[in-house]
Every structure is written in C-alpha cells, then in structure tokens.
C-alpha cells in the first residue's frame, strides 16, 4: 500500500480564496483524521469519521472549514474563504478499527495564506 | 483541546546518552502512543502502551505509565543523530473508534 496520499503538498493561496485538500486514507482502514499543526498550537484534531460518517467535528475552528468524505477511500477538507491565519500544515490520518489502533499519517499539505 | 502535554518542549544531548521524554494527560484512557515527526514530514507511529500494561519495550525505545498519575515517560537508549526529531504522546480514549489527541511535542536535538 502506498500509505495515506494528501494532495497538494503545497498550497499558495490569496485570502478570501477557496481553498480544498484531498486525502486518500489507507485501503481498509475505517476511521479517518484531519488535523492541523502550527508552532503556536501544535498538533490539533479537527474532524474525524469512521465508515465515512462525521463523529466528532468540535475541532473545527470556524464554519468556513467543512469536511467531507462521499466513500472509504476519498475525504477532502474545504476551507472557504481562506484567510491568513488558516496557514499551517494540514495532516490527513487513517487507521482501523479492531485491528489496532496505530495511525497511519500522510505527508500532510503545507497551506500558505498571503 | 489538547489531552497530552509533554515534557520538556525541547531537549539537547550528545549523541550516545540516553533520551527520556514525559507525558502527561488529563482524562482515563484505552491506550497512550508515542509518535516520531521528522521536520517537514507526517508523523510515525512509534509505540503503543496499553492503560493495563506499566512498561514496554521496542528496540532501543523504552515506554512507561503510570495511570494513577496520568503520566507515561519515553526512553531512547544510545542515541544517534538520526533521532533527532520532534516526539509526540497521544492519548485514544475509544481503543479504535474516536480520536487521537496529541500534545505538543518533545523537540529532540541529538549533538554528533
């Protein structure tokens, strides 16, 4: 398996822009994580779904981020209208239920915001 | 919200000398799990403890808890400059069904 794939690596964006990150967890796997990380903040979990369904969105910092995941192997994280202090890295995760419960990371896209 | 908090936020040591990394959480938990961030890269799993295990061993990495303090401690025995990294507890309260809440990390930076 080729792990987690998070597109794009990087992502240049004007405020007030939309802005959508993709992420294809691990085939298998039945839960799925979105978090951001910024030096100020750390590492932070912003949504979660199991069998593609949403179960915890408290982490999600304002109504202009959303996040979907239509099947078991695709979710995106949408943030509309972007603004500057959006800019961090954004790390999609995955891992299976009863099978142990290691995380699985991708290599995360780097989200600039001028 | 942030459930782990390490300790400390960063730490110097030349390289052979051993390594040892806190951790400490708020609420019960199904297990805690130690992760590896290389800078510019994901995090990777390192090392899961279970609430009812007390010490674990993986390689040259050594993995106490102490649930009655809510605290575990990461060991790296003999370390190498390749270890430098940041390293991260995380605390999973479901075992598999919920989130993995992570603190803000050790930064370890190990002298040739």
């Known amino acids: 398996d080729a792990g987690v794939i998070q597109s794009p690596r990087h992502e240049v964006t004007e405020m007030g822009q939309e802005v959508t990150l993709r992420c294809k967890p691990i085939?298998?796997?039945?839960?799925l994580f979105w978090y951001r990380q910024t030096m100020m903040r750390g590492l932070e979990l912003l949504i979660y779904?199991?069998?593609?369904?949403?179960?915890?969105d408290s982490g999600m910092p304002e109504d202009r981020f959303s996040a979907k995941m239509p099947n078991a192997s695709f979710s995106t994280l949408k943030i509309q209208p972007s603004e500057p202090r959006d800019s961090a890295v954004y790390f999609c995760?995955?891992?299976?239920?009863?099978?142990?419960?290691?995380?699985?990371f991708g290599q995360g896209t780097r989200l600039t915001v001028v | 919200s942030q459930q782990g908090e390490e300790d400390p936020q960063a730490l110097s040591i030349q390289e052979g000398e051993n390594a040892t990394m806190n951790c400490s959480y708020k609420?019960?938990?199904?297990?805690l799990q130690w992760y590896r961030q290389n800078s510019g890269r994901g995090l990777v799993h390192l090392i899961l403890?279970?609430?009812?295990?007390r010490e674990k061993h993986s390689g040259r990495l050594r993995v106490t808890l102490d649930t009655s303090k809510k605290s575990s401690s990461l060991l790296i025995t003999a370390s190498r400059a390749a270890d430098t990294a940041s390293y991260f507890c995380?605390?999973?309260?479901?075992?598999?069904?919920?989130?993995?809440?992570f603190g803000k990390g050790t930064h370890l930076i190990i002298q040739p």
């Open positions: 995760a995955s891992r299976s239920q009863g099978r142990g419960t290691e995380a699985f």
């Open positions: 085939s298998g796997h039945n839960s």
């Open positions: 779904f199991n069998n593609n369904v949403p179960i915890d």
């Open positions: 609420t019960s938990i199904n297990n």
């Open positions: 403890i279970r609430s009812n295990e």
């Open positions: 995380a605390t999973d309260v479901g075992g598999g069904a919920d989130g993995l809440t």
